[in-house]
């Protein structure tokens, strides 16, 4: 079959504003619409496909904004839909044009001819070159007339004489210098001149969280959730770094969820807080009523979380003193002691979440004022926030579910609370042996089994949500577990019901892990630069990993990578001294150990020594702050994390609270030969080809899961839609 080709295209952003992209489409006379999704995946479309597409008609039909969706998900976008990428038109041959049209969907059809710097050159397929005039972009024959005069701007109509009329779209905010300039804000007095000082166009907020009155057993309580523009002296989580907003922006909708383990609140904990351009913004009002059994004088904690769609943004914490109820029963005046957190921020979004009457937030002075969200962040498919709820009792965990946009089938509660018992870290040290100790080829039923049990131990509203997601998308699924749970190995979950069972999600599904105290250091978009190797070559002969030196070799073959002495003073100094260029990787082969007692007390060992968990931790650790670099150790039991001082321990701990973005490492011991190849087939994957890190490590364990439980075992802490542009050369 001939493929045909175009160069007659129009690129559009699948994570812009529909809107704004169909606008774009609408002003260009391109006949070809190619759409790029998560910076990876291309969709080609011709201008007719786009304006008579079924999902942007039932979107229109159910009068849903297009500014308030991505034109990934107005066009209904998914990886098997995708177009196929090639380096070489002339590569193509006749079979591969046979083998294209068997595909069900047109994009998957067609094809996209990318430059080396993988910028569009051309698009192809056996029905392209070959049609007609475009015809322009019309209202779609299901949607409400467009109040928008026809025509080009001027009044002139598109070619052949038809009118043109485009896609209804809601009109955007207004601009901020249409309004009058507020009085005040936040209780700020005005300056004399009777001006206020422009926020401009990246707004920073502090979160505050006060009450309406006295806090008492048994009896109703409002709480006001506010970002104002000056710190609030008794709640912590601030300053909020919206990120850069467009040069007219004039509100901010930010989704909230209050959890406390001592208040059951109404309406699942929700509001919503808008931040006004140069004003106080408008507060999220969230009642509920203090349970009655908490004893008088004690202080119990609340916990703001805040939300972007599907992507868990952050929190902040007011600790409250509770007073003893009055023999009238009215509140006289809220009182309160300090309380700390992490700090946390969202853009506009809606999230969608379950009940919850209990929670708890971890404070950490190292992630104070580090938020600042991605606007255009590409969001998972599903969150899980695991909360511990009580120190006291670490086995005892609350789960919620936050899935955007929501649909019909959904079940009405999205959060739930499980029990592992008084020693889970016990018994995940445990576990981590025998999948260690298994025997290759025979691994996947004991690791099914251990999935199972695993998905038997999560919340049932966990189970209805992931197979309502199932039955809805019919694809894979991103899924991002943000966890204060140290120890269980979720991604591992084999799902079940009757006649159906699936592989464990690390096998089926794209998967990550973020740890909640870190939230607000989560990036989705990863930093570019070099790729730095550490092989140490250790001088006892059982310590000998020549394959290890083999395999960082290639890397330096294969992608230009720049092999730093395996030394300590090469080690410190690479993560203590800020380099000549920016690293976008390290990658550390060689021994760890990990101790289940102390995860401050692990170790990897180099040529002359070691270097430690606390090492690590330091403030002289600067690497992370100055580049942002992702961290892959191939290196035994290195991945794990435990409790330690009543926070997460470990080497991942370590790494995100130095600001570093994404940590890749193995949970229990590993193959020497099967490590190498995790290096070489997820370095491919990510560099290469561009996948995402978590879909690259899926792909790994789908690949060559049957070969050895090596390939189970690597765990991705890091943003799982994050995805590497391409390293440099140095």
């Known amino acids: 079959m001939t493929i045909g080709w175009s160069a007659d295209f129009v690129v559009l952003i699948g994570e812009h504003p529909a809107a704004t992209a169909l606008e774009q489409a609408h002003q260009s006379a391109a006949q070809w619409v190619l759409v790029l999704r998560d910076a990876h995946y291309w969709y080609v479309f011709s201008i007719d496909e786009v304006e008579d597409h079924a999902s942007l008609h039932s979107m229109l039909d159910s009068k849903i904004s297009l500014h308030s969706v991505s034109l990934s998900e107005a066009l209904d976008l998914h990886e098997s839909d995708m177009s196929a990428v090639v380096p070489d038109r002339d590569q193509v041959s006749d079979a591969d044009g046979a083998a294209l049209a068997t595909r069900s969907a047109p994009t998957a059809r067609r094809l996209v001819e990318l430059a080396s710097d993988r910028t569009p050159k051309a698009v192809g397929g056996a029905d392209v070159g070959r049609r007609g005039p475009r015809r322009s972009m019309r209202t779609p024959a299901r949607a409400r007339p467009s109040a928008r005069p026809s025509g080009r701007p001027g009044g002139a109509a598109r070619g052949g004489g038809e009118v043109d009329r485009s896609i209804p779209m809601a009109m955007p905010a207004p601009s901020p210098a249409s309004e009058p300039p507020p009085a005040s804000a936040d209780n700020e007095s005005p300056p004399a001149s009777g001006e206020v000082k422009d926020e401009g166009t990246a707004p920073v907020r502090f979160p505050s969280i006060e009450t309406d009155g006295a806090v008492m057993p048994g009896r109703p309580v409002t709480l006001e959730v506010d970002l104002r523009r000056r710190e609030s002296p008794t709640t912590r989580g601030g300053p909020l770094e919206l990120g850069e907003q467009p040069e007219d922006w004039a509100s901010i909708a930010l989704d909230v969820t209050l959890l406390s383990?001592?208040?059951?609140?109404?309406?699942?904990?929700?509001?919503?807080?808008?931040?006004?351009?140069?004003?106080?913004?408008?507060?999220?009002?969230?009642?509920?009523?203090?349970?009655?059994?908490?004893?008088?004088?004690?202080?119990?904690?609340?916990?703001?979380?805040?939300?972007?769609?599907?992507?868990?943004?952050?929190?902040?914490?007011?600790?409250?003193?509770?007073?003893?109820?009055?023999?009238?029963?009215?509140?006289?005046?809220?009182?309160?002691?300090?309380?700390?957190?992490?700090?946390?921020?969202?853009?506009?979004?809606?999230?969608?979440?379950?009940?919850?009457?209990?929670?708890?937030?971890?404070?950490?002075?190292?992630?104070?004022?580090?938020?600042?969200?991605?606007?255009?962040?590409?969001?998972?498919?599903?969150?899980?926030?695991?909360?511990?709820?009580?120190?006291?009792?670490?086995?005892?965990?609350?789960?919620?579910?936050?899935?955007?946009?929501?649909?019909?089938?959904?079940?009405?509660?999205?959060?739930?609370?499980?029990?592992?018992?008084?020693?889970?870290?016990?018994?995940?040290?445990?576990?981590?042996?025998?999948?260690?100790?298994?025997?290759?080829?025979?691994?996947?039923?004991?690791?099914?089994?251990?999935?199972?049990?695993?998905?038997?131990?999560?919340?049932?509203?966990?189970?209805?949500?992931?197979?309502?997601?199932?039955?809805?998308?019919?694809?894979?699924?991103?899924?991002?577990?943000?966890?204060?749970?140290?120890?269980?190995?979720?991604?591992?979950?084999?799902?079940?019901?009757?006649?159906?069972?699936?592989?464990?999600?690390?096998?089926r599904h794209a998967v990550a892990r973020w740890i909640s105290r870190f939230a607000g250091l989560m990036r989705n978009t990863l930093p570019t630069g070099q790729l730095i190797t550490v092989a140490p070559r250790y001088s006892r002969a059982n310590l000998t990993l020549s394959l290890a030196e083999q395999t960082a070799q290639q890397l330096t073959t294969d992608f230009g990578a720049t092999s730093v002495p395996g030394t300590l003073s090469g080690m410190l100094s690479l993560l203590e001294q800020a380099p000549a260029a920016p690293v976008a990787m390290l990658y550390f082969t060689g021994h760890g150990a990990f101790s289940p007692d102390a995860a401050a007390a692990s170790v990897i060992k180099l040529e002359d020594g070691e270097i430690t968990v606390q090492d690590v931790a330091r403030q002289r650790v600067m690497l992370g702050k100055h580049s942002g670099t992702v961290v892959f150790f191939n290196a035994c039991e290195v991945g794990a994390t435990t409790a330690v001082l009543g926070t997460v321990g470990g080497w991942a701990d370590a790494f995100l609270s130095r600001h570093f973005s994404a940590f890749i490492a193995p949970l229990w011991a590993i193959d020497e030969e099967d490590a190498s190849v995790v290096t070489n087939e997820l370095m491919t994957r990510m560099i290469t080809n561009g996948q995402p890190l978590g879909a690259a490590l899926r792909d790994v364990r789908r690949a060559f899961g049957h070969v050895s439980p090596t390939f189970y075992s690597y765990l991705l802490y890091g943003d799982v839609t994050a995805h590497l542009p391409r390293l440099s050369r140095v």
Not at 331 to 339: D, M, P, V
């Open 261 to 507: 383990p001592a208040i059951t609140f109404n309406n699942s904990g929700r509001g919503v807080v808008t931040i006004r351009r140069n004003a106080a913004s408008d507060k999220a009002l969230v009642s509920g009523e203090v349970n009655a059994n908490i004893t008088p004088g004690s202080e119990i904690t609340v916990t703001a979380q805040f939300w972007n769609g599907t992507r868990f943004s952050g929190m902040a914490v007011r600790s409250l003193r509770v007073d003893a109820p009055t023999t009238s029963g009215s509140a006289t005046s809220g009182s309160a002691t300090s309380g700390s957190a992490t700090s946390g921020s969202a853009t506009s979004g809606r999230a969608t979440s379950g009940s919850a009457t209990s929670g708890s937030a971890t404070s950490s002075s190292a992630t104070s004022g580090t938020v600042q969200v991605d606007r255009l962040a590409v969001q998972p498919d599903l969150t899980v926030y695991i909360s511990l709820i009580d120190p006291s009792q670490p086995g005892r965990l609350h789960w919620r579910m936050v899935v955007t946009p929501p649909f019909h089938t959904l079940p009405p509660k999205l959060d739930g609370v499980i029990d592992l018992g008084s020693a889970p870290a016990t018994e995940s040290a445990a576990m981590y042996k025998q999948l260690a100790r298994l025997t290759r080829g025979s691994h996947e039923r004991t690791i099914e089994g251990f999935g199972e049990m695993l998905w038997q131990r999560a919340p049932e509203a966990f189970h209805q949500v992931y197979w309502s997601l199932h039955d809805h998308y019919q694809r894979a699924l991103t899924i991002q577990f943000i966890s204060d749970d140290p120890h269980m190995p979720w991604e591992l979950m084999a799902p079940h019901r009757d006649g159906e069972v699936h592989e464990p999600l690390a096998l």
